[in-house]
Each structure stands twice: as structure tokens, then as C-alpha cells.
Nanobody, 122 residues
Framework: QVQLVESGGGFVQTGGSLRLSCAAS????????MGWFRQAPGKERAFVAT????????NLADSVKGRFTISRDNSKNTVYLQMNGLKPEDTAVYYC???????????????WGQGTQVTVSS
């Protein structure tokens, strides 16, 4: 069992930056691949980024490549999503997820956090 708690969301103007954190609890947290997804009002949950258990492999959605970076610190059981160059279309609730393997679909992940709101004003 893994518990995930996101933090770092907030309100920012276009072009601004935020860093989201996802703290994982549980003795085997570092053995899970981690992902970030986002869901805007009226839309389905969408893939943002994923990182494997060691941190050596990452993948990002085309819409955020060049602007977002995913990383993890296994000594702190924490995954980060650094978001630069934010746009109004990045506004959504951002969710952290843990799964056995990396993937870009929600079904790839077994555990989810409660989400953190990111709002980007134009």
C-alpha cells in the first residue's frame, strides 16, 4: 500500500513557474514508477509525465515537453514536477500516481493522490 500526498499547486500568471511535489509513504514506495496526470473541468484525466523507479527513464506529454521536468528523490520518497512557462491551458487539478511500471494511461497506475489545483491566469 502506498499513500501519496501532492503539494505545491497554486495560482500563477502566464509564463510563471511552479514546482509540484508528491510525497509517498510506505516501505516500498521507491520501487514504484510514478506519474503525473491532470484533469481540467469537463475533460478526462490526461497524462503529463512519468518516471521509472530509479529515475533513469522519464517521459513527458508532447504538450509539456520543453517546459516541464519530472524527477524523483528516493531518499525522500518524493517525486517532483517542475513546471516552467505555464500557460492558461495548463490549468487543471494535478494528480500524482504510483504503479508497477511506467505508462501514459491512468490504468497503468494503482495508487493516486488527492490532487492539487494549478491555475494559470492569462
Amino acid at each position: 500500500q502506498v499513500q501519496l500526498v501532492e503539494s505545491g499547486g497554486g495560482f500563477v500568471q502566464t509564463g510563471g513557474s511552479l514546482r509540484l511535489s508528491c510525497a509517498a509513504s510506505g516501505s516500498t514506495a521507491s520501487s514504484y514508477s510514478m506519474g503525473w496526470f491532470r484533469q481540467a473541468p469537463g475533460k478526462e484525466r490526461a497524462f503529463v509525465a512519468t518516471v521509472n523507479c530509479s529515475g533513469a527513464y522519464t517521459n513527458l506529454a508532447d504538450s509539456v515537453k520543453g517546459r516541464f521536468t519530472i524527477s524523483r528523490d528516493n531518499s525522500k520518497n518524493t517525486v517532483y514536477l517542475q513546471m516552467n512557462g505555464l500557460k492558461p491551458e495548463d490549468t487543471a487539478v494535478y494528480y500524482c500516481a504510483a504503479g508497477v511500471r511506467v505508462g501514459d494511461r491512468p490504468a497503468n497506475y494503482d495508487y493516486w493522490g488527492q490532487g492539487t489545483q494549478v491555475t494559470v491566469s492569462s
